[in-house]
C-alpha cells in the first residue's frame, strides 16, 4: 500500500497503481479506488446520518434492482472495533460471478458504508487487498 487518502475525515491507504475518484452528492461523499481490472474499493460517507441497516438495505435493493441473479448473506465481519451492520452479496453479472461485501457503521459525524466488490475468480488476488484498504481506515481523531 503506497498510496495514501487522506480527507473528509477519514484516512486510508491503497495501492498507488489503483485509481481514485472521489464525488460530491448532496448530503453524500463517496471515494473509490479501482484496480486495473474488475475490482474496487469504495466509502460513502452520508452526513445526513441514516441507520446503518438503512444504508446496507439500499445498497442490497440496488443490487436487486441491477442484477436477475442476486444472493444477500448476513455476516459478522465489521470494520475494526466499530459496531455496525454486515452483508455479502453474490450476484451474477456476464454470466461471471461476482462477490461485493458491504460494511456500514455510523459516527458522530456521519454514517459510513464501505462497498468492495469484484470478479470472483480476480478477488482470489484482489480481496487480499481490499480488506487491506478496509483495516487502514482511519477516522478523524483514531489513533493509528
Same mark, same amino acid.
Given at each position: 500500500?503506497?498510496?495514501?487518502?487522506?480527507?473528509?475525515?477519514?484516512?486510508f491507504r491503497y495501492p498507488a497503481y489503483w485509481e481514485l475518484l472521489e464525488q460530491e452528492e448532496g448530503e453524500s461523499t463517496s471515494?473509490? +479506488? !479501482? &484496480?486495473?481490472?474488475?475490482? @474496487?474499493?469504495?466509502?460513502?460517507?452520508?452526513? /445526513?446520518?441514516?441507520?446503518?441497516?438503512?444504508? +446496507? !438495505? &439500499?445498497?442490497?435493493?440496488? @443490487?436487486?434492482?441491477?442484477?436477475?441473479?442476486? /444472493?444477500?448473506y448476513p455476516s459478522d465481519e465489521r470494520m475494526g472495533d466499530r459496531p455496525g451492520v454486515a452483508n455479502d452479496v453474490d450476484f451474477?453479472?456476464?454470466?461471471?460471478?461476482?462477490?461485493?461485501?458491504?460494511?456500514?457503521?455510523?459516527?458522530?459525524?456521519?454514517?459510513?458504508?464501505?462497498?468492495?466488490?469484484?470478479?470472483?475468480?480476480?478477488?482470489?488476488?484482489?480481496?487480499?487487498?481490499?480488506?487491506?484498504?478496509?483495516?487502514?481506515?482511519?477516522?478523524?481523531?483514531?489513533?493509528?
Amino acid at each position: 500500500m503506497d498510496e495514501t487518502y487522506e480527507g473528509n475525515g477519514i484516512r486510508f491507504r491503497y495501492p498507488a497503481y489503483w485509481e481514485l475518484l472521489e464525488q460530491e452528492e448532496g448530503e453524500s461523499t463517496s471515494i473509490t +479506488v !479501482a &484496480s486495473p481490472e474488475t475490482s @474496487f474499493w469504495s466509502i460513502s460517507l452520508f452526513r /445526513d446520518s441514516p441507520s446503518p441497516e438503512q444504508v +446496507v !438495505a &439500499s445498497a442490497v435493493e440496488a @443490487f436487486r434492482e441491477e442484477y436477475d441473479e442476486v /444472493d444477500v448473506y448476513p455476516s459478522d465481519e465489521r470494520m475494526g472495533d466499530r459496531p455496525g451492520v454486515a452483508n455479502d452479496v453474490d450476484f451474477v453479472c456476464f454470466e461471471l460471478i461476482n462477490s461485493a461485501f458491504l460494511r456500514a457503521f455510523q459516527t458522530d459525524r456521519f454514517t459510513v458504508l464501505v462497498l468492495y466488490q469484484g470478479f470472483d475468480g480476480e478477488l482470489v488476488e484482489t480481496r487480499p487487498l481490499l480488506e487491506a484498504i478496509s483495516a487502514s481506515l482511519k477516522l478523524e481523531g483514531e489513533e493509528d
